[in-house]
């Protein structure tokens, strides 16, 4: 045979779709253990603060079973390359952040959150069983990009017209409901970054002037997302939620680099972050009061006035040591109104003490990194883009969260994912690990340019 044959018989040669293993065995047991982890911790606080089981404990864990054997299912049935992991993580910290709210319930049994919570809960699986089951490709959001950004402007918007609550307009409150419209719009921005930096990588690695050591893209191409960035964000500031202001402000330089390549966005984002940091610290007396509390954490104890939110929280982590005291048996319920929102990882840190606060933080830092590697598998750049944006909302609530109650940064209010109290957060979270499930498919589907059988 002549070499210009061999060459065509080899170039004919049919290849085979490379055959992944599914894995949803492996989500299903990691599923069982993450039901019975939460039930035993629903067992664990009613023996250490009545010395017997609660007699819900069945039914919490039939229920809390129920619902991931649903996830799941949905998952096998429409999503069968998925990664194995995003959903169990989701339904532990789910079921963890249910445990630490009942047993802050059984200490103020005129606030009973508990049972709120499991209802936002079932509505976030349910949300997220109707994303798996309808949405079959994640590129078809990539059409909806100024849809989506038309219905976040709108919901940060809503809040102004209702009263302020603890100092900041952030809620939505009727017929005794309250929504946090915030949380929603965070997912519906991601999906616009996503969509418009997608379409223009190119002219945003490439174009404009060169300015010291960037080379800036021209304003008719970063123009429309910088300017509704910074109306999302002066929105957030107006209504003084200076923790989503935060987190958008990350998103968006995050997602800038990811799709630009260039290391001199997170640069330039640090120093836009602490100078809109010290100017606004200095100017809205709500952000100052709160600076001042960080930098003096002791001052209303030298002052004679009793420890504040940030000194008991302080209080709680040393008191938990190594080991913790115990599920039920801490008294971080002392730092009052915000114990089983902002600060309810204060709980976490007492009770279950540095390992088990290691344990939820390695938690999290796993799905934000199965979100990365989802991305990273993809080759169409909506697909990465949008995987790296989600995973980054929740590194970026984590750490701000995180660093406030610890004392790390200054402390602004929002809601540890699945953990802390707040319907619209979980709905929210819920959502962003539907989306991370169908990206992870669509990525192990396509693995090595095949599709797998």
Same mark, same amino acid.
């Given at each position: 045979m002549t070499k210009a044959g061999t060459t065509l018989a080899a170039t004919a040669t049919p290849t085979y779709a490379v055959r992944l293993p599914r894995r949803r065995g492996i989500e299903l047991a990691l599923i069982v253990l993450a039901v019975l982890l939460s039930v035993y911790g629903y067992c664990a606080v009613g023996l250490a603060k009545t010395g017997t089981v609660p007699p819900g404990a069945a039914g919490y864990g039939a229920g809390l079973g129920v619902l991931a054997l649903v996830a799941h299912l949905a998952v096998r049935l429409r999503a069968p390359y998925a990664d194995p992991l995003p959903l169990p993580i989701g339904v532990l910290l789910n079921g963890i952040g249910l445990v630490l709210i009942y047993r802050l319930d059984l200490q103020t049994p005129g606030d009973r959150a508990a049972p709120a919570q499991l209802v936002w809960s079932?509505?976030? %699986?349910?949300?997220?069983?109707?994303? &798996? $089951?309808? !949405?079959?490709?994640?590129?078809?959001?990539?059409?909806?990009?100024? %849809?989506?950004?038309?219905?976040?402007? &709108? $919901?940060? !918007?809503?809040?102004i017209l209702f009263p302020a609550v603890n100092g900041a307009r952030i809620w939505i409150r009727f017929a005794g409901f309250s929504i946090q419209p915030g949380e929603f719009a965070k997912v519906l921005l991601a999906v616009f970054f996503a969509a418009y930096l997608a379409a223009n990588r190119n002219a945003l690695a490439y174009a404009g002037r060169r300015l010291w050591f960037m080379q800036f893209p021209t304003g008719r191409v970063l123009g429309p997302i910088v300017t509704i960035w910074l109306v999302s964000v002066g929105v957030l500031i107006l209504e003084r939620d200076l923790g989503t202001s935060l987190l958008f402000f990350g998103l968006f330089v995050v997602m800038l680099y990811v799709a630009t390549g260039r290391t001199g966005w997170i640069a330039v984002g640090l120093l836009l972050a602490v100078f809109g940091a010290l100017a606004v610290g200095r100017l809205e007396p709500h952000v100052h009061g709160r600076i001042e509390d960080w930098l003096h954490p002791f001052a209303s104890i030298d002052a004679g006035q009793g420890p504040n939110q940030l000194a008991q929280s302080l209080f709680a982590f040393a008191a938990g040591g190594v080991l913790g005291t115990g599920l039920g048996l801490g008294h971080s319920v002392l730092i009052g109104f915000a114990a089983k929102s902002d600060f309810i990882l204060a709980t976490a840190g007492e009770e279950?003490?540095?390992?088990?606060?290691?344990?939820?933080?390695?938690?999290?830092?796993?799905?934000?990194?199965?979100g990365y590697r989802a991305g990273l598998a993809l080759r169409d750049p909506f697909g990465r883009l949008l995987a790296v944006g989600l995973a980054s909302i929740l590194a970026l609530q984590v750490f701000v969260i995180a660093g406030g109650v610890t004392g790390l940064i200054p402390l602004t209010g929002m809601a540890m994912p699945f953990l802390a109290q707040g319907g619209s957060s979980v709905v929210t979270n819920w959502a962003i690990v539907a989306l991370l499930i169908r990206v992870s498919d669509s990525a192990r589907r396509h693995y090595d340019g095949q599709v797998a059988p």
């Open positions: 079932t509505l976030g %699986v349910g949300l997220f069983i109707l994303v &798996v $089951l309808m !949405l079959r490709d994640h590129r078809v959001l990539q059409r909806y990009a100024y %849809v989506c950004v038309a219905a976040a402007l &709108v $919901l940060l !918007l809503l809040p279950l003490g540095l390992a088990g606060l290691s344990a939820i933080f390695l938690l999290y830092g796993l799905l934000v990194e199965r």
